[in-house]
């Protein structure tokens, strides 16, 4: 790998990098991945370095993949959750942030509710921040395993993913996931379909660079791949559904829609997964899912994301 | 000292016309008007002390229509004193101050606290006029004793940052409001279409990961007073407008005759909601910043006369409470001392006009609110203020009298300093 220099100090959405950035980080998580193959998976690359995985908002997937990749990377990682933090002691963000930058780590990885959170510390911190879901706004970690993962699988077919029409279906109002996969995959040149039920889709959403559908199988005819979006359980409290099964009699994606896509199209799911809600329960256990490439994706992304912003002082090489 | 003749020569007024080189004199004794006309067009007695007024721009002594004070009850916020001085320093004679303190400004016990503060701080002014609770406690279920209040000094009454759910609540506030002469400020914010939001609900919203408010959860509760008023044949003063679809309600009933007045501030005529992309919390305001066509709307109804006055809703919050993530943040700033420069940089882009400068900040809200204002006549109390109209300053802690620094435009440089402010013939200022 020829020496990049890698002008970020933070990564909060996926639009603060550039193309050219964006595949060089995604050719980097390639090269992590053999070492996620091996025998021994563990490099020396980033050996004395201190990695906070600050998560504010329960999360068990993000931070094990996080803590995984920081530890392969030979990376001190260290976890701090709400519960038995001093943010419910009423601590503010602010002081918490502080507090831990005085403890010198290298990056902090953090999940918040509050939209802004990643800025927030980012604005007030010399470490590096690495945005790993902040409120409704993004989660730019998600979104590079998400086209890491479809760009290798159509690659293993011999195909381009420029070109390729997704859709993404269900909460995208409330999905950081939906908004961070927007931007990215429009930069892949992917071409993204949107269908929800109308309360969930965000107001000024014909601003975006998407199509919007307001019919499922129209939705789904012939795209080449399909997302869908967990369903939070709060919403039908919230009022924007009735209730969760005349939301999974109409809209959970099972063989039948997936049918109407192009052949052997994937699908994709952040995780976690509602079965019989958003997701039919065979549909996710098929050859066509790609949820479980995703986990593994996550663990090889986030390796080079902790490789290239711990090291963007250094000149070691990874790997 | 105020029964002193003064006379002040070579003064300015607004004007559209940045060539227009009138001058104007001024001459006041017993803490009134004896004499305002063009230079030259009356000679001043023997006995009047000159005062050094060189091109100032001459202006009645603002009133502000509503203010947060925060005192009693959160005082690290701001208080009387400092609230009121911050008012003498913005050009502001004359503040009302809503009821939402701790407690609630639903009795006469508080409203009597408010105004011997006041006196006892600013015995000349500016003047503090309490604005008292429309229901106990700001709840929305039981009225406040608005007789109690009005014996007490109220000049009005609001539920102001606890909008009212319940319409035949709304109602008979308006009607037993009307039987001790007290108007009802309505905040416009139906509670169910604004729970949760943190700002304007459009694209930029949806951009930012924040729940919105759409401009109908405010102009729903402007049709409801505009209907209300035409019905009980009662008047009726809409706060803080920020949208096209309240403006355009509002021009309809004005067009009906409906005895409705409205206000708005000046960072609905100068700011949109693109600014909150870096989720900084000195923008965060009820109602939120609106979109780019829902300011100009603004400015039309401004110069129209569609909006009746200008406002600041000053509202100051301690530093460490707007330093937190968006969506912990507590909605407001503070407006008293940059609200004039701001509205002369309105005048000055050409995007409101200069006639309608006293109008919108002293002589509407006078007669809306029933308080003494200055129109220049002989016999008016002598309450008006000297400008500098090119005086720039920095808004920052040197300069700023209020205890909170929540401003949008801390930082940046404003143009027009009050340099000179008498009420009542008293020079408090200068």
New interface residues.
């Given amino acids: 790998m020829d020496n990049f220099i890698w002008p970020h100090k933070d990564l909060l959405d996926v639009d603060d990098l550039t193309p050219d950035q964006l595949l060089h980080l995604l050719n980097t998580a390639e090269q992590f991945q053999e070492v996620n193959s091996r025998a021994v998976k563990k490099v020396p690359t980033l050996r004395g370095k201190g990695v906070v995985l600050f998560f504010a908002e329960n999360s068990t997937r993000t931070k094990t993949s996080f803590d995984i990749a920081g530890k392969r990377l030979s990376a001190d990682t260290f976890s701090l959750a709400k519960s038995g933090s001093s943010l419910n002691k009423g601590e ?3 002081d918490t942030a502080l507090t831990l930058e005085a403890m010198s780590p290298d990056i902090i990885v953090i999940r ?1 509710s ?4 990643a ?2 510390l980012a ?1 007030r911190l010399d470490c590096s921040i690495i945005n790993a879901g ?5 989660h730019p970690t998600q979104a590079l395993l998400d086209s890491y993962t479809l760009r290798r699988f159509w690659r293993d077919q011999g195909q381009e993913m420029r070109g390729k029409t997704l859709l993404i279906v269900g909460d995208v109002a409330h999905s ?1 996931v939906a ?1 961070s996969n927007i931007k990215l995959l429009n930069i892949m040149g992917v071409k993204v379909r949107l269908f929800a039920p109308r309360t969930l889709l ?4 014909d ?2 660079p998407v199509e919007v559908f307001d019919n499922l199988e129209k939705a789904v005819s012939g795209v080449d791949a399909v997302m869908c979006l967990r369903l939070q359980l709060e919403r039908q409290a919230a009022g924007l559904l009735p209730n969760i099964s005349e939301y999974a009699s109409r809209f959970c994606i099972n063989k039948r829609l997936m049918s109407l896509a192009a052949p052997g199209a994937p699908l994709l799911h952040p995780g976690p997964m509602n079965r019989g809600v958003e997701v039919a329960s065979d549909m996710a256990d098929s050859a066509n899912s790609l949820v479980l490439d995703q986990v593994n994706a996550g663990v090889a992304v986030r390796m080079a994301i902790l490789f290239l912003f711990g090291t963007r002082r250094d000149t070691i090489q990874p790997a | 000292m105020n029964d002193k003749k003064l006379f002040l020569q070579g003064l300015t007024r607004p004007n559209d016309d940045q060539n227009d080189a009138r001058r104007y004199d001024l001459l006041i004794g017993n803490g009134k008007i004896l004499a305002f006309g063009p230079s030259g067009s009356f000679e001043a007695p023997a006995d009047a002390v000159p005062e050094k007024t060189d091109g100032c721009l001459l202006l009645a002594s603002l009133i502000d229509a509503h203010t947060h004070l925060r005192e009693p009850g959160f005082e690290y916020k701001e208080d009387i004193r400092s609230g009121l001085a911050a008012a003498a320093h913005g050009g502001f004679g004359a503040v009302l101050a809503m009821a939402n303190t701790r407690p609630v400004n639903d009795c006469a016990p508080v409203t009597r606290l408010m105004l011997d503060k006041a006196t006892l701080h600013h015995p000349h002014g500016p003047f503090l006029h309490p604005v008292g609770a429309l229901s106990i406690g700001l709840e929305g279920s039981e009225l406040a004793p608005m007789g109690e209040l009005a014996e007490a000094g109220v000049k009005a009454i609001s539920n102001d940052g606890r909008p009212v759910r319940n319409n035949e609540l709304f109602r008979r506030a308006m009607e037993y409001a009307a039987t001790w002469g007290l108007i009802v400020i309505d905040h416009c914010e139906d509670p169910d279409l604004s729970n949760g939001v943190q700002m304007n609900e459009g694209p930029q919203s949806t951009r930012f990961g924040l729940k919105g408010q759409s401009t109908v959860g405010e102009a729903l509760q402007v049709a409801r007073d505009i209907l209300l008023s035409e019905y009980l044949d009662l008047p009726v003063h809409l706060a803080h407008i920020s949208c096209r679809q309240s403006v355009d309600l509002i021009r309809w009933a004005k067009s009906r005759g409906v005895k409705v007045t409205a206000e708005t501030c000046p960072h609905y005529l100068l700011l949109d909601d693109s600014l909150l992309a870096a989720y900084d919390t000195r923008f965060k305001v009820s109602p939120p910043l609106r979109g780019k066509s829902d300011v100009q709307a603004m400015l039309e109804a401004v110069n129209d006369g569609t909006i009746d006055i200008l406002v600041t809703d000053h509202a100051p919050h301690a530093a460490h409470e707007k330093e937190v993530p968006f969506d912990e943040a507590p909605n407001g700033f503070i407006g008293l001392e940059t609200a004039l420069p701001l509205t002369l940089d309105l005048v000055r882009q050409g995007l409101l006009r200069a006639d309608r400068l006293e109008e919108l900040w002293c002589r509407k809200p006078a007669e809306i609110f029933k308080l003494r204002h200055n129109s220049f006549k002989p016999g008016d109390p002598a309450d008006f203020i000297l400008v500098d109209p090119q005086s720039a300053w920095t808004v920052d802690t040197s300069s700023i009298h209020s205890k909170s620094l929540n401003s949008p435009w801390l930082g940046l440089e404003l143009r027009g300093k009050v340099v000179g402010h008498w009420l009542g013939g008293y020079k408090i200022i200068g």
């Fill in positions: 503010s963000l602010k918040h509050s939209s802004g959170a800025a927030f604005e902040d409120g409704w706004h993004a950081r908004r965000p107001r000024g959403v601003t975006w």
